[in-house]
């Protein structure tokens, strides 16, 4: 199975990241920084549509399973993963063809974050994504990290995240 994983954050090699350099370490997926990408907000007249967010979009539909990375920032996922989803309405209105690609695939989610669990609404956008366009929503794996970072931690998730994708 050909796996990406999708990396939003504001600190490309903060906790997040050592949570997917796991995960990719025991699954040998591709890693897709969106720091690296020129993607802007969502915008209804698509004045936007020769930003770096469709080219993006075409390398991924090449991949069976999707894995969104961001950490938990006030009870939701990173900006630059929110504008990636908002964008997402542009394969429902002028990309269709291209969004229809996706139809099937299965996704999952690693999170980190100083809470002890993670919360249900940082979840449910990803969920509820999935449902809308037809994606197979697979699970999530978070990793607390309230004091010092337990790479024992990393790595126990991402045995968990990669028994979720196979």
């Known amino acids: 199975m050909e796996v990406a994983v999708v990396l939003g954050t504001s600190k ?3 906790n ?3 949570l997917v350099d796991a995960f990719v370490e025991k699954t040998d997926s591709k890693i897709f920084d969106l720091a690296k990408y020129q993607i802007s907000f969502f915008d209804y007249t698509h004045q936007n549509k020769t930003d770096d967010f469709l080219p993006l979009i075409h390398e991924l539909i090449s991949y ?3 894995v969104f990375a961001s950490p938990v920032y006030w009870y939701s996922m990173s900006a630059q993963l929110k ?6 309405s ?3 209105t002028i990309e269709k063809d291209l969004g229809r690609k996706l139809k099937g695939k299965s996704i999952s989610i690693l999170s980190t974050g100083f809470d ?8 449910q956008p990803f969920e509820m994504t999935a449902k809308y366009m ?3 929503f697979k699970g999530s794996e978070y990793v607390t990290v309230q004091s010092e970072i337990d790479s024992n ?4 998730a991402a045995e968990r995240a990669v028994a979720c994708v196979t």
Do not use: Q, V, Y
């Not at 504008?83 to 997402?88: K, N």
């Not at 669990?117 to 979840?123: L, Q, R, V």
């Not at 931690?153 to 126990?156: G, N, P």
């Open 12 to 14: 490309s090699d903060g």
């Open 16 to 18: 997040t990241r050592l």
């Open 64 to 66: 069976d399973h999707i």
């Open 83 to 88: 504008i990636f989803f908002d964008r997402l």
């Open 90 to 92: 542009d394969l429902l």
């Open 116 to 123: 002890l669990n993670c919360p249900d609404c940082f979840i």
């Open 134 to 136: 037809n994606l197979k």
């Open 153 to 156: 931690a990393f790595i126990k």
